[in-house]
């Protein structure tokens, strides 16, 4: 029935979600302002730029900078993560991830990348996946990121799939209700009560079980 798959990478493939909220914290406290693991769930799945405005609403100083400001400081928030995610080798691909993606080519099911992130193809570089993945998505290539459905609508489009043949895997809030705004099958990674807008949800990547989808 299904025919592609299209993953987050953050949070999905690859532990990342913390190297961002790291980077963020010591940004927004450059800058004077605290940010939790609450907040940050906000963050998850929305581009970089968007996450600084986000952070800069929460403490109510979206006016304090200038377009160039935000520009620098989002930039030195991704140089930051930068730093942190240079030594990524295969082993920070999640447990579960070789053998899922075997399991699909096995199937002929053709497998995406579709991440808010301008670093996907980096990361997709060092976890030594290059070959598994058939498509990434280029964010700077869509109009709207998550929760719009574009980037799940682009990857779908590109590999000439029909929506009602994609499934999306997501573990972030935005990135769900851009799969369900697609009209596709939303798989969630984590809190099933913060996800509940996902048609099924694993508490890991590696519980997905292709049998319960196919
Ligand atoms: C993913 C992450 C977000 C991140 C976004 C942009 O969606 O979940 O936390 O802000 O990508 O990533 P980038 O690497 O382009 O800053
Ligand atoms: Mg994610």
């Known amino acids: 029935k299904y025919k592609l798959f299209i993953f987050d990478m953050d949070g999905v493939i690859t532990e990342t979600s913390e190297q961002h909220y790291q980077a963020w914290k010591q940004l927004a406290n450059e800058i004077g302002i ?6 940050n769930e906000k963050l998850k799945g929305v581009s970089r730029i968007e996450s600084l405005e986000r952070i800069l609403e929460y403490a ?42 075997d399991e699909l ?22 976890l030594g996946i290059e070959n598994d993945i058939d498509y990434i998505v280029n964010p700077a290539e869509v109009k709207r990121g998550k929760p719009a459905p574009d980037i799940f609508l682009k990857a ?16 972030a809030e935005a990135g769900i209700e851009a799969i369900k705004s697609a009209g ?9 009560k913060v996800l509940n807008k996902a048609d099924i949800v694993y508490g890991e990547t590696k519980d997905i079980k292709l049998e319960d989808l196919m």
């Open 184 to 192: 596709m099958f939303a798989v969630g990674i984590g809190d099933s």
């Open 34 to 39: 605290e940010i939790d693991r609450k907040f």
């Open 60 to 101: 109510n100083k979206a006016n304090d900078f200038t377009e160039d400001e935000k520009l620098e400081l989002a930039t030195r928030k991704n140089e930051n993560y930068k730093e942190m995610i240079l030594k990524f080798t295969e082993e920070n691909l999640f447990e579960g991830v070789k053998d899922l993606f």
């Open 105 to 126: 080519k096995k199937r002929n099911i053709k497998i995406a990348i579709g991440s808010a992130s301008k670093n996907a193809p980096t990361l997709v570089r060092l």
């Open 156 to 171: 779908a489009e590109h590999l000439g799939v029909d929506i009602s043949e994609c499934i999306g895997v997501e573990d």
